[in-house]
Nanobody, 116 residues
Framework: VQLQASGGGLVQPGGSLRLSCAAS????????MGWYRQAPGKQRELVAA???????NYADSVKGRFTISRDNVKNTVYLQMNSLKPEDTAVYHC???????????WGKGTLVTVSS
């Protein structure tokens, strides 16, 4: 499984961005997909995750502002980020989990910078 993330960039506080992560390869094996982020000097943390059935999980810090969704036909997961704050600045990484292969797959990160 290969993951290609896109959509990062520079945005002002209060603005919005949408991240996309497209999966290719053995996509039939993927169940949960999610977004993690890592800010400078901090550990990587879960932002949001979504199962194949559509159940979602969010970090408390993004609840009500971020929405994760997926298109199982396009094998793509999205992260709609609204009301962005400077503390959301980080490199965002996409992850997929395959219970079939019992493996995690990571995409290259995309940088999100929230600054005026």
């Amino acid at each position: 499984v290969q993951l290609q993330a896109s959509g990062g960039g520079l945005v002002q506080p209060g603005g919005s961005l949408r991240l996309s992560c497209a999966a290719s390869g053995s996509t039939f094996s993927i169940n949960t997909m999610g977004w993690y982020r890592q800010a400078p000097g901090k550990q990587r943390e879960l932002v949001a995750a979504i199962t194949g059935g559509g159940s979602t999980n969010y970090a408390d810090s993004v609840k009500g502002r971020f929405t994760i969704s997926r298109d199982n036909v396009k094998n793509t997961v999205y992260l709609q980020m609204n009301s962005l704050k400077p503390e959301d600045t980080a490199v965002y990484h996409c992850k997929a989990y395959s219970p079939y292969y019992e493996m995690e797959y990571w995409g290259k990160g995309t940088l999100v910078t929230v600054s005026s």
